[in-house]
């Protein structure tokens, strides 16, 4: 297994990787992992979150996505995320097709499953590991049970109804900046 270079991404576009291609290790902490995601949108907003919040990489499993951003019917529109999540800005955001994203990390990435479940911590108590992964669900369904098994902790945002997908990434990360102790001085690049 190879390491990953800076040179392997080309910002803003989807780099697809092969089984036991690379592997990351803790620089690439924070990152998400969607298993699954079926709306184009919710990406475009888990890139615009990751980039507010100091995230690195939004990996994700599946072809409903790839299928969007090749489906020749949809034009150039259907070539690209949405364009204000395009922006230059949000460049700095690897975005990774991978269907074993949890086989890329190193063991002292923490991998975060964030899903409704028995005795998952609560968002307000939760303690953010310095080097987590965290691992969200399709909007249409749950992480399995071979995923879950793969985390090392579970946490829940308690709400009254289920949330977007999109909203509950910028719901952990805002939370982990604010826990963490991370400012807007922190994200001042000089």
Do not use: W
């Amino acid at each position: 297994m190879r390491d990953v270079q800076e040179e392997d991404f080309v910002l803003g576009d989807v780099l697809c990787l092969r089984k036991k291609e690379v592997h990351f290790g803790t620089e690439m902490a924070p990152s998400v992992i969607l298993y699954d995601p079926r709306y184009i949108h919710n990406i475009g907003c888990v890139i615009r979150s990751l980039s507010c919040f100091g995230g690195k990489a939004v990996l994700f499993t599946g072809e409903r996505i790839l299928s969007l951003l090749k489906d020749p019917t949809l034009g150039k529109r259907g070539k690209r995320f949405p364009r204000e999540e395009r922006m230059k800005g949000y460049q700095d955001i690897r975005i990774i097709h991978d269907d074993y994203p949890l086989t890329r990390f190193s063991s002292k990435v923490v991998p975060v499953a964030v899903e409704v479940r028995d005795h998952a911590e609560e968002l307000p108590n939760f303690v953010h590991p310095q080097n987590a992964v965290y691992i969200f669900g399709p909007e249409d369904g749950s992480l399995s049970q071979t995923i879950l098994r793969l985390c090392q902790r579970f946490v829940v945002i308690p709400s009254r109804y289920c949330l977007n997908l999109g909203h509950a990434v910028s719901i952990v990360l805002y939370d982990r900046i604010v826990k963490l102790g991370i400012t807007r001085s922190d994200f001042i690049i000089s």
